[in-house]
């Protein structure tokens, strides 16, 4: 049996850090619901591009609460503030692309191609680079679930935070397969206006959850 001290992570804390990453994962938010409207609209490959994306903003906010760049967000209101609006600002232009768009209700679009692909992805990233909340997550909770008596700190936050970021893509992945299977409903002008509706919706939210967080 490997000795308490020798593992990385306190074994006795991996389990809590799974419910509380599934329940935080599981509560509706902008990845959760972007993401559904995507997949609905766009189909499951742009879907899953989107995923890859939302991962990769997370990983950033990871890398930087491990290295102890993102506490500098929590700590400079003004650049938490600017992150938020921009967050907000962001998500309600995507609100009007889809408010604009022009379903025609013909059954599922083209498959997306590379290019296609490659915005949602992108989309999904600056969504969650703009998402102070990521940030909020990774300087105050995950150190609660790091102990002194193991591996240095920087381990601890990375193998932590690849935790959270498999869980994290477990979930998203499964919200797209789900919401892709409603695809041929979703290709009206209507639903596309009830799509931008979801996400201005969203973007309202985050702007009242984030300002609960605003740094002192």
């Known amino acids: 049996m490997i000795p308490h001290a020798a593992w990385p992570v306190d074994p006795g804390v ?3 850090f799974l419910i509380a990453v599934l329940l935080i994962e599981l509560t509706p938010g902008p990845n959760m619901s972007w993401l559904a409207v995507l997949a609905a609209t766009r189909g499951r490959a742009a879907g899953f591009a989107a995923v890859a994306g939302v991962t990769a903003g997370l990983a950033v906010y990871m890398l930087a609460a491990a290295f102890g760049v993102g506490e ?7 650049l938490y503030q600017a992150l938020r609006w921009a967050g907000v600002a962001y998500l309600l232009w995507l609100a009007y692309e889809a408010w604009t768009s022009r ?13 296609d692909r490659r915005q949602a992805a992108l989309r999904g990233f600056v969504a ?15 150190p609660t679930f790091m102990r002194p008596d193991h591996a240095n700190p920087v381990a601890q936050a990375l193998l932590l935070g ?12 499964s919200i797209v397969t789900a919401a892709a ?5 979703a290709q009206s002008r209507l639903a596309g ?14 702007l009242w959850e984030t300002g609960r967080s605003v740094p002192a």
């Open 193 to 206: 206006r009830l799509s931008a509706v979801a996400i201005a919706a969203i973007a309202l939210w985050m």
């Open 72 to 78: 500098v967000v929590l700590r400079a209101p003004g």
């Open 181 to 185: 299977r409603a695809q041929a409903l």
């Open 14 to 16: 991996v389990g809590p």
């Open 103 to 115: 379903g025609d209700g013909a059954g599922s679009p083209a498959e997306p191609d590379a290019a």
């Open 162 to 173: 690849s935790v959270h970021l498999g869980v994290a893509v477990a979930v998203h992945a």
């Open 128 to 142: 969650n680079v703009l998402n102070p909340k990521a940030a909020v997550f990774y300087i105050t909770l995950l």
